[in-house]
Nanobody
């Protein structure tokens, strides 16, 4: 298992930007693919973005494509989610997740390690 800790959430006005960070520890980070998910109050957990360390597979949810960017620094065991042009509907708790293997995944069931989440609130 990989231990994950998210940070960088907060309150921002619509149109603003935030960068979420995910610090990983425990196992060889490069053997995992990483993802970001979010869960708004009363809703199911939703896929946001995923990446493989090889760089050959990166995916985004339809609602964030073109506004959010996932990236990572394997030397620092860090994964980031740059969020631009934020909208009130982006308000949610954002979770970092890790799955074994070299291919990025978009399904929550395939992820075995999760962080505790960080709240992002976008005001209109």
């Amino acid at each position: 298992q990989v231990q994950l800790v998210e940070s960088g959430g907060g309150l921002v006005q619509a149109g603003g930007s935030l960068r979420l960070s995910c610090a990983a520890s425990g196992r060889t980070f490069s053997k995992y693919s990483m993802g970001w998910f979010r869960q708004a109050s009363g809703n199911e957990r939703e896929f946001v973005a995923a990446m493989s360390w090889s760089g050959d597979s990166t995916y985004y949810g339809d609602s964030v494509r073109g506004r959010f960017t996932i990236s990572g620094d394997s030397a620092k065991n860090m994964v980031y989610l740059q969020m631009n042009n934020l909208k009130p509907e982006d308000t949610a708790v954002y979770y970092c997740a890790a799955t074994q293997g070299t291919r990025a995944r978009i399904t929550t069931d395939l992820y075995g390690s999760w962080g505790q989440g960080t709240q992002v609130t976008v005001s209109s």
